[in-house]
Nanobody
Framework: QVQLVESGGGLVQAGGSLRLSCAVS????????MGWFRQAPGTGREFVAA????????HDGDSMKGRVTVSRDNAKNTVYLQMNSLRPEDTAVYYC??????????????????WGQGTQVTVSS
C-alpha cells in the first residue's frame, strides 16, 4: 500500500512562495501518477497539478496555472509542489495523492487511490 505524508504548509503573506513536499513509500509507487489537490472550507477538492513518476510528464490545473511547478526527486522518493505569487484565495488544505493512471482524467479525484493527510496553507492579505 502506498503511503503519503505531506509537509511544508504554513502561513505566508500574499505574493510569497511555499514549497510543499510529499514523502512517498510503498511497493511499486514508481508506476503511479502523483497529484496535488486543495480543499478550502465548504468546497470540494480541486485539482492543482500532477506528475507521472517514471516519465516526469506533468499536467497543471487551471486554478494555479503559471504559479505552480510540480516535480519529483527519485532518490528521496518525494514529490514537490512549488507555489509562487500566492493569493489569499489559495488558502486551503493541500493534499498529495497517488493514482495508478495517467490520462485525460488525471484531474479527477476519483482516479486517485491513496491520499495523504493534508497540510494547511494560509495566505494572508
Amino acid at each position: 500500500q502506498v503511503q503519503l505524508v505531506e509537509s511544508g504548509g504554513g502561513l505566508v503573506q500574499a505574493g510569497g512562495s511555499l514549497r510543499l513536499s510529499c514523502a512517498v513509500s510503498g511497493p511499486t509507487f514508481s508506476s503511479y501518477a502523483m497529484g496535488w489537490f486543495r480543499q478550502a472550507p465548504g468546497t470540494g477538492r480541486e485539482f492543482v497539478a500532477a506528475i507521472h513518476w517514471s516519465s516526469g510528464n506533468t499536467h497543471d490545473g487551471d486554478s494555479m496555472k503559471g504559479r505552480v511547478t510540480v516535480s519529483r526527486d527519485n532518490a528521496k522518493n518525494t514529490v514537490y509542489l512549488q507555489m509562487n505569487s500566492l493569493r489569499p484565495e489559495d488558502t486551503a488544505v493541500y493534499y498529495c495523492a497517488a493514482a495508478g493512471y495517467w490520462g485525460p482524467s488525471i484531474r479527477s479525484v476519483e482516479e486517485y487511490d491513496y491520499w495523504g493527510q493534508g497540510t494547511q496553507v494560509t495566505v494572508s492579505s
